[in-house]
């Protein structure tokens, strides 16, 4: 696995060329040579997508396997792909039987990524969801690259609007238009993050329907070393009563992944790593969150939602949740400065570490944090792995700081929508007669984007749970979050990706990762890998 990895890390170097400065460059200096161009393509685009979130079949067919719907290339492309103007001449030259005028070829003509040598696939799909807002705040969140990327965290590692080439003038973004860049992400260390250039196009189809459209910018600023291509993709929002929208996600992408590790490979050609459900799943489960702390029970898809009495410590500790939630994800974060290094140790080859230095970072500890992560394949079914974690009374069983100890839950708080999706307080208690160990307390959430499944914790001492369920402010609260994300590989197998974010308090350097905290990154996974297989291939017990 180790030569894959750094051979996608070398392709990864190749594609982190600075393409974001050179297109800031184009889009603020050259505007007048680019900005026809890019309107033109965003609104091309935005059509496009409309027809594809309002049509059915042919143009879209429902996959069984993938219980989704997937496009139906043949049907799209004799819809929408045009043919380049040096083909249609040699068509129209067959057709009439006689020599025309052909159009002089100049090497710009755009081609798609499938008809060239590099291998590639075309990833598709379509979702429909209700989400717990109303059209207008989700389209200012989508239109808001912070807040998108802050809804997204677990797909978006980082992202960044170069440039605003239209405005819809007075706060509103009908006929916005703006040059972002991004990267998608899978929770693992194996996995190197997809990168695009793409405009963003916001426009009102009607008093309470609008699209947003997203479209790659390689037609305007050629690349040959782009590896993912976003063809017209977005969103269709609709209002329904009660401040809800229903939402038609779409997925169109090409993309060339050569650099996939062999144990991925299932993830991605099945469609589901970046499918429009994963979107629409991620979206729905944060308005859910926002709705319950703010006690609105509207109604979903014809059901009342379950009344659940959120106190003031228990909103607390949902906000603090969604505050580890990020920083679980931004362990996955990519970028030059700090990429995932295998450990320099026999048996380590397969786990990655990275460091990190916090001096000022409000709610985080101080000093030299070190990540350690790693991805196995188990031959347990991804469901089983996702209900043994979540379960507080089984922490014990995994847990090297845990082990032996009793555990439980003292407090879970459902989902409205799927009660797999929760928030819930672990305690920790020793043994009796154990006096080396301390009560302790861990914040865990439990969720599915349809990817993967997390189980996400963070340990928080017994004061600071007081100071929680007082009311008071949690953002004082300082935590590092570690956790696991399950992804479904075979129907008797899963990818299980282990993450720890820990205090070196001994470092006082992120530079250097001295032979003790290799030895102990290493042997805080493998142990609990080991602690995994134990508990659930046969019964352990103290």
Request: with cysteine; charged share 20%.
């Amino acid at each position: 696995m180790l030569p894959e990895y750094l051979e996608s890390m070398q392709v990864l170097a190749r594609d982190n060329m600075p393409r974001a400065s050179d297109l800031l460059l184009s889009v603020s200096v050259s505007a007048d040579v680019y900005k026809t161009k890019i309107v033109d393509l965003a609104l091309a685009a935005s059509e496009e997508l409309r027809q594809m979130a309002q049509q059915q079949e042919p143009l879209w067919l429902f996959d069984t396997n993938k219980q989704t719907e997937v496009l139906n290339e043949p049907e799209y492309k004799r819809r929408f792909v045009h043919l380049d103007p040096t083909l249609e001449g040699i068509i129209k030259f067959l057709a009439n039987g006689g020599p025309i005028d052909m159009p002089e070829f100049n090497g710009n003509v755009e081609v798609e990524m499938e008809h060239s040598s590099t291998p590639s696939d075309i990833e598709s799909s379509r979702a429909i969801g209700i989400v717990l807002v109303d059209p207008i705040n989700l389209v200012h969140m989508l239109m808001n690259v912070g807040s998108w990327s802050c809804v997204f965290s677990n797909i978006v590692s980082k992202a960044t609007n170069l440039g605003t080439l239209l405005t819809g003038g007075d706060g509103n973004v009908n006929g916005s238009l703006q040059v972002m860049t991004a990267q998608f992400h899978l929770p693992s260390p194996l996995v190197r993050p997809r990168e695009v250039y793409f405009a963003r196009h916001c426009r009102q189809l009607d008093f309470d329907t609008w699209l947003v459209t997203d479209v790659s910018l390689e037609s305007v600023f050629p690349n040959q070393l782009v590896q993912y291509k976003r063809r017209p993709s977005g969103c269709l929002i609709q209002g329904l009563q009660s401040g809800l929208s229903l939402v038609t996600w779409v997925e169109n992408n090409v993309v060339c992944d050569g650099s996939v590790p062999e144990m991925f490979r299932h993830t991605f050609k099945s469609g589901v790593a970046f499918s429009a459900k994963r979107w629409m799943l991620t979206m729905e489960r944060h308005y859910d969150r926002h709705a319950m702390l703010q006690k609105q029970h509207d109604q979903l898809l014809g059901q009342p939602l379950r009344d659940i009495n959120v106190g003031e410590g228990q909103k607390n500790l949902m906000k603090l949740a969604e505050r580890m939630i990020k920083s679980y994800d931004e362990i996955f974060n990519s970028c030059n400065e700090n990429q995932w290094m295998p450990l320099s140790i026999h048996g380590g080859e397969d786990i990655f570490a990275k460091t990190s230095m916090n001096l000022d970072v409000p709610g985080t500890p101080r000093g030299v944090s070190v990540m350690i992560s790693t991805s196995v394949w188990l031959p347990i079914p991804q469901n089983d792995l996702f209900k043994f974690f979540r379960a507080g009374e089984n922490r014990w069983k995994w847990d090297l700081l845990s082990y032996c100890c009793m555990t439980r839950d003292v407090l879970h708080i459902p989902s409205a929508r799927d009660p797999a999706n929760a928030v819930s307080l672990v305690l920790v208690e020793a043994p009796n007669g154990r006096t080396d160990k301390s009560e302790t307390f861990y914040l865990q959430e439990s969720f599915t984007d349809s990817t993967a499944m997390y189980v996400i914790y963070a340990p928080i001492d017994t004061p600071a749970v007081h100071y929680i369920m007082e009311g008071k402010d949690s953002d004082r609260v300082d935590m590092l979050a570690s956790g696991f994300a399950v992804l479904s590989c075979t129907p008797r197998g899963s990818i299980l990706t282990i993450a720890f974010h820990i205090m070196d308090e001994e470092l006082s350097t992120p530079e250097y990762l001295p032979p003790r905290s290799v030895y102990t990154a290493k042997r805080l996974v493998s142990e609990t890998v080991s602690l995994i297989k134990a508990s659930l291939m046969f019964s352990s017990a103290c």
